[in-house]
């Protein structure tokens, strides 16, 4: 969707991973892979453990 739209996942285990920037998520047959624009972290999440994706409030894209 353009624009993108930053949203969360929010796994089965309580866990909120944002997306923020569509470069960041990179989705793979089992999991998806989101990075962190601002460090070098990442989290891969099971497809199966997100348990609900919503967006984010408008302005919470963060910028460097």
Do not use: Y
């Amino acid at each position: 969707q353009q624009p993108f739209e930053p949203f969360q996942l929010h796994m089965s285990n309580g866990d909120v991973v944002p997306v923020r920037h569509p470069e960041m998520a990179l989705v793979l047959k089992t999991n998806v892979i989101v990075g962190d624009n601002t460090s070098d972290k990442f989290a891969i999440c099971a497809l199966l453990h997100i348990a609900n994706v919503r967006t984010l409030a408008p302005g919470s894209r963060r910028r460097k």
